[in-house]
């Protein structure tokens, strides 16, 4: 991550084609575009290379995760599980569509804890959402069976695991949906941008027409087609698209990168006793987006954070105390603030939320260090880290 950082000839050439049609719209104007259709392309694309059915591209993951709820018919009173540690954005795509987030703990997967989400299920819950957290994923095999036997949907952010695999099968193509980013921090970026993938027609359909104010996209002409049931607008632009396009054809490049990098440093760290790697599921293998680590406690942890910062290492987390990516901090959603009144169901419903011990994942989240592989790194630059890295981590142990 991030694939911004190796933009090039193949990125400018698929957004000069679309400039020099003036169509910045994935539908329509058929005889002006000449011939591109950026978002339907890409779409072909990422079917082919996850071995998928359906895709439907959208405006961004928040907009991915929202559809994927919507198509699957959760809404007004509805509950749906997702982790601690997360992006605001699984929980806001919840309360959108009027359904509640329950919100459950971590564990070393720094992931869904299985224990945890088993005892959160109700009669009220409709879907488990494992969000593959920093490259690496849940234990998705136990995942699966929970939800055929609970009878939920299995619904996976993948945003920020491009590449990730599980027994084979790319993240994100696993359960019933699965919802990636192209944001701009993303491997694969387009600026603003997302994709919902589903082997499912039914919802396939409905992803389609849900995202684009309910079009039935029948015909060529837009002001005559029907409108099945309501939609809204979560349409990618043709720009963005041309991006997208460009970058996802060089998945493999970014992923080799992000390897290569994540290895080096991995291997360095590997050799201090004191530390102990993030768990990989039986089956997983990771994007190597990030590396993540856990020290022995958090105060160790966040001495280490701040050596890291005082010796030049950048981008890397410390996330227990940071107000991005983990629930403690965020009081916003706790408190309720919303610009306009929720329902009572949805305020009664994250009530839950002001006293929920969440001291499991404090005890992953505390300990725990995230460090972000860029594609930019030259091998020298990238040696040069690990080393300083050993060595902030070795004066913070013995100090
Ligand atoms: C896990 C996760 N889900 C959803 C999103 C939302 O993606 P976007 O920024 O494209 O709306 C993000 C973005 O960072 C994310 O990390």
Redesign the pocket.
């Known amino acids: 991550m991030p694939g911004f950082e190796l933009f090039g000839d193949a990125e400018r050439k698929e957004v000069t084609d679309v400039l020099e049609s003036g169509v910045l719209m994935r539908y329509g104007f058929d005889s002006l575009r000449n011939g591109h259709y950026k978002a339907k392309q890409l779409e072909l694309e990422i079917n082919k290379r996850f071995n998928i059915n359906y895709s439907q591209l959208c405006s961004?993951?928040?907009s991915a995760?929202t559809m994927a709820l919507a198509a699957s018919g959760i809404g007004s009173g509805d509950e749906v599980i997702i982790p601690s540690f997360?992006?605001v954005?699984?929980f806001e795509a919840i309360i959108m569509i009027g359904a509640i987030p329950v919100v459950v703990d971590i564990d070393d997967t720094l992931t869904l804890d299985i224990e945890s989400v088993e005892k959160a299920i109700t009669s009220k819950t409709k879907a488990i959402m494992p969000?593959h957290?920093c490259g690496s994923m849940a234990d998705m095999r136990t995942l699966k069976e929970l939800s055929s036997k609970y009878s939920l949907l299995l619904i996976e952010?993948a945003?920020?695991a491009i590449g990730g695999t599980y027994d084979g099968m790319p993240l994100g193509t696993i359960g019933d949906l699965g919802c990636f980013?192209f944001?701009f921090v993303k491997t694969i970026t387009c600026g603003?941008g997302?994709v919902v993938v589903t082997n499912n027609k039914e919802f396939a359909l409905k992803l389609d027409y849900f995202n684009d104010h309910g079009h039935d996209h029948i015909g060529n002409n837009r002001g005559a087609e029907s409108h099945p049931f309501i939609g809204y607008n979560f349409r990618i632009s043709e720009l963005n698209a041309a991006v997208g396009l460009a970058q996802f054809r060089r998945i493999d490049e970014f992923l080799n990168i992000q390897k290569l990098n994540y290895t080096i440093i991995r291997d360095a760290l590997q050799k201090i006793e004191d530390i102990s790697f993030r768990k990989v599921p039986f089956g997983g293998v990771e994007s190597y987006a990030f590396l993540n680590f856990f020290l022995d406690d958090i105060e160790t942890a966040k001495q280490v954070h701040k050596s890291f910062l005082s010796n030049g290492i950048d981008s890397c987390f410390h996330y227990l105390d940071n107000n991005w990516h983990y629930i403690r901090k965020w009081d916003h959603l706790k408190q309720i603030k919303s610009l306009y009144p929720f329902s009572e169901d949805l305020i009664n419903g994250l009530s839950y939320l002001k006293d929920k011990d969440f001291s499991k994942s404090d005890y992953f989240i505390g300990r725990n260090i995230s460090c972000l592989i860029k594609l930019s790194w030259s091998e020298e630059e990238v040696r040069k880290r690990a080393k300083t890295m050993v060595r902030c981590i070795r004066e913070v142990i013995n100090s």
């Open positions: 961004s993951g928040t995760v997360t992006f954005a699984s969000v957290m952010d945003c920020q980013s944001d603003e997302g």
